[in-house]
């Protein structure tokens, strides 16, 4: 019986999984109108050229790229993008969180970054500058996986909810749309490690390592123990990734525009905060972008403002 319902339940996940993926292909990001004017397939109707440059430029567009557009092999990359980006990146820099962390539980003690840095120096050695390291990479791998991964998920199913026309004229709206809905989960994934981190960081005795603070923390308070902290998540994270992830998106779109004419030529305390976020942003998009490269994920252009919507603009014929 119950392997009866594991097979359903399997049938079902593979059911919804596919009907993702053929919004996916179906979607205007897969071939915006930019590549179909490249390909000569779309806009005025040039002389017809050698009967053969089609066939050419498919089979090169397959031996450019590692997997299809919206494919769950390119959702399962990108996600892996996300782990690399979020996890290596955040705990590169759990000195500098550890301290930020301290100076906001006790400013007194913790008067700056530098004294910060001095005092855990004396009290806990170098290794002492290296707590939490554990729970903050399985957690932001965990945040990295559904961040990026979920966003490019959210990202194709609205603009097929939108259409063509409107996700091209929306799609500022669009961006930060997907992008919150991607890290809801994301810190949902996230919280349990977050909280133990938190435990590890600021609270001297409690535990050094997080074999010993998960145990302890359901003991004395259960799941609430991982979970109480995920809406202080939700008002700091998110509109924070909706700000990145627009922000992102529309300066590629600027650099595709005015800077590089052919799209996939190039590789894409308060002070403490300013250089943890300055530093991650860089990093994280330099990662998953490098991720995306080395797997060669298909990465089109920016969207353009489909032909029937130049229509009724009367921009074209």
């Known amino acids: 019986m119950s392997g009866g319902r594991r097979s359903d339940a399997r049938g079902a996940s593979r059911r919804m999984f596919s009907s993702v993926a053929h919004l996916a292909r179906a979607n205007p990001f897969n071939a915006p109108h930019l590549q179909l004017v490249h390909d000569g397939l779309s806009g005025p109707r040039s002389p017809p050229g050698p ?104 990202k194709v199913l609205y603009s097929n909810i939108l259409g063509e ?29 977050e909280a133990a981190k938190v435990r590890i960081q600021t609270q001297p005795g409690y535990a ?26 939700w008002m700091r994270q998110i509109p924070y990734t909706m700000m990145k992830f627009a922000c992102f998106e529309r300066t590629v779109e600027a650099l595709y525009k005015f800077v590089v004419p052919k799209p996939r030529s190039v590789w894409k305390g308060l002070f403490a905060r300013i250089i943890m976020i300055g530093t991650l942003t860089a990093l994280q998009w330099f990662i998953y972008d490098s991720v995306k490269v080395y797997f060669r994920l298909p990465r089109p252009p920016p969207p353009e403002m489909p032909e029937s919507l130049k229509k009724k603009l009367g921009l074209t014929e």
């Open 51 to 154: 009967p053969r440059r089609s066939r050419h430029l498919a089979a090169a567009a397959v031996e450019e790229y590692s997997c299809e557009f919206g494919s769950m092999k390119y959702y399962a990359l990108c996600g892996f993008g996300g782990v690399l980006s979020c996890g290596l990146t955040h705990t590169a820099v759990v000195p500098l969180d550890l301290v930020k962390c301290r100076m906001q539980v006790d400013p007194q003690k913790y008067k700056g970054i530098f004294n910060g840095f001095s005092i855990t120096l004396k009290e806990d050695g170098v290794r002492g500058l290296a707590k939490g390291w554990a729970p903050t990479f399985i957690g932001y791998s965990m945040q990295g996986l559904c961040k990026f991964g979920f966003y490019e998920v959210f």
């Open 165 to 193: 026309e409107n996700t091209y004229l929306w799609r500022t709206s669009l961006y930060l749309a997907a992008s919150a809905s991607a890290e809801f989960f994301a810190d949902i994934a996230l919280a349990p490690m």
């Open 208 to 233: 050094n390592t997080l074999r010993e603070a998960v145990p302890k923390m359901h003991k004395e308070e259960g799941l609430n123990a991982f979970y109480k902290g995920v809406a202080p998540l």
